[in-house]
């Protein structure tokens, strides 16, 4: 194992270990997170477990953890400092996708603080992962973007909708460090991805949004508008990947 490797994964498990025990030690039990399944327009299967109790909204979760893996697995080119920001994400990729269904199946609260707190160093991810294309290797300044990160959702304690305004914040984030790096470094194919990953970005939040709304109709009724989110969030996640790595290669000589 290469050393690039121990480091991510290291990275992504001491991150998440401190989400944990902060989780674990009840730092926010006061948070207003919506539990339980009258939240989803996916309807349980009766006599289904509770891991699977709303079949599309949990299965779709393995999508994170092939997504991760294929990552992992798939260098792309990038080696040294690029290839350790590429498994990191990648290794969110896989940590993200047992959360969410941790979250499906037992329908408790601290299992819903981790899956919401855990969306935003994905996001800084990606913002750290575009300054890195645009400026280079500045681990201080990635280390005090992801501790702001992980501090942010300490907003959910003070409002309801705290974590809302909170993710507002890192998509925009996110957005603005990928147009400039796209500015430096993109061609036709880079623009592309960028707009597909935005679309699917929007995808992501609209459509999580009008869960009960969309169910109405037909065809979102069993595939439901948070399955679909969800599938927008996994082709956002691949975008990211293949929008990084595309710049990656335009930078070297």
């Not at 065809?219 to 990656?248: A, E, V």
Request: net charge neutral; charged share 15%; hydrophobic share 50%.
């Amino acid at each position: 194992m290469k050393f690039e490797d121990r480091a991510a994964i290291w990275h992504v498990a001491a991150g998440l270990a401190v989400c944990s025990g902060a989780v674990a030690l009840g730092a926010f039990d006061s948070v207003h997170v919506e539990v339980g399944y009258e939240h989803y327009a996916e309807p349980p299967v009766p006599g289904l477990p509770a891991l699977v109790a709303m079949p599309a909204n949990c299965l779709v979760n393995v999508g994170y953890i092939f997504l991760g893996w294929h990552w992992l697995s798939s260098p792309g080119g990038l080696r040294g400092r690029a290839r350790y920001l590429q498994e990191v994400f990648a290794l969110l990729a896989v940590a993200y996708g047992p959360v969410q269904w941790l979250r499906l199946w037992t329908q408790s609260h601290w299992a819903a603080v981790l899956d919401q707190w855990m969306t935003l160093p994905i996001f800084t991810w990606a913002a750290v992962w575009c300054h890195f294309l645009e400026r280079g290797w500045q681990p201080r300044t990635f280390f005090a973007m992801e501790a702001a990160s992980l501090a942010s959702y300490g907003l959910a304690l003070l409002h309801p909708q705290g974590f809302e305004l909170t993710l507002a914040g890192h998509i925009a984030i996110a957005v603005w460090k990928v147009l400039r790096a796209h500015k430096r470094w993109g061609d036709a194919a880079s623009m592309g991805l960028m707009v597909v990953g935005f679309s699917a970005c929007l995808g992501f939040v609209c459509l999580k949004l009008w869960d009960h709304e969309l169910a109405q109709w037909a065809p979102f009724r069993r595939l439901t508008g948070h399955f679909w989110s969800k599938i927008c969030d996994l082709l956002q996640f691949h975008c990211t990947f293949l929008f990084c790595t595309q710049l990656s290669r335009l930078q070297s000589p």
